[in-house]
């Protein structure tokens, strides 16, 4: 897998301006200054990342979508940037520091072994420091090839066009493309993928998934028990439990799925 064609394609899905591009590479040395707070994590940034990308700026000289401002948040920009990270590098927490680090919201689109994750997360004032954000609610889905998509990649990406977003305000606009993310984690489960636009149905989707999640955590860890098991009234506990959080599990598809038109 070519890390930078990956990152560029699903960059390019997004079909933004000509002059919203900057393409600027940005030196890791900015990003362990402002987003690791432990020596552990500036070591991650340093083994971790092998390029980072300031792809984009998305703000109303550049997209033509009018700002965001409330006593919670301030929306003047979103940023589109683009990281490839090194063989064993810890993903999860560099997506996590990244997001930290830039204080207003990030289209995040990394890069590994594994394929591609696109990442978004809403940012917040900190309560008790008024000049802080601090992330409000993320979402985060994998892609194995974007030059070479899957039918239900290939849908997600297209629903990323800017042209098929809100138009009405930079949060409004930031918060469909997070719909599209959960659209397609629930496409993972579910099997295709759909997108619907209405509020209601976003956001049963978005609880049908968190549950899905919580339970199938919960469902790998009476797996791990029952088989640990050694009394036998234990293991016929402990499978009943599981048949009935396995149960849950397809409720929550079928609520995923029901959402969708």
Not at 54 to 63: E, H, R
Not at 214 to 223: D, H, W
Request: net charge neutral.
């Amino acid at each position: 897998m070519n890390a930078a064609a990956c990152i560029g394609a699903v960059v390019d899905a997004l079909g933004l301006p000509a002059n919203a591009r900057v393409d600027i590479r940005v030196p890791k040395k900015m990003l362990v200054e402002q987003g690791a707070p432990t020596s552990t994590d500036k070591r991650a940034i340093q083994n971790g990342i092998d390029e980072l990308v300031w792809f984009a700026a998305c703000k109303p000289g550049t997209v033509g979508v009018p700002i965001f401002a409330d006593d919670i948040r301030e929306y003047f920009e979103i940023a589109v940037i683009g990281c490839a990270f090194r063989a064993g590098a810890k993903s999860s927490r560099l997506i996590e520091l990244i997001h930290r680090a830039i204080p207003y919201p990030v289209i995040l689109i990394t890069a590994d072994d594994q394929g591609i994750d696109v990442s978004l997360a809403h940012k917040r004032r900190a309560q008790n420091e008024a000049d802080k954000v601090v992330v409000d609610r993320d979402a985060t889905t994998h892609l194995s090839d974007p030059t070479t998509p899957t039918p239900n990649e290939k849908a997600f990406l297209d629903s990323m066009a800017l042209s098929k977003q809100s138009q009405r305000d930079l949060y409004a606009l930031y918060d469909g493309w997070i719909a599209r993310i959960e659209a397609m984690n629930a496409a993972h489960l579910v099997g295709s993928f759909s997108v619907t636009t209405d509020e209601n149905q976003i956001t049963r989707r978005r609880a049908a998934i968190e549950d899905y999640e919580r339970l199938a955590k919960e469902n790998s860890l009476l797996r791990s028990q029952a088989a640990k098991a050694k009394q036998i009234n234990q293991r016929v506990d402990l499978n009943q439990k599981i048949k009935a959080i396995e149960r849950a599990m397809e409720q929550a598809k079928q609520e995923m799925g029901g959402e969708q038109r």
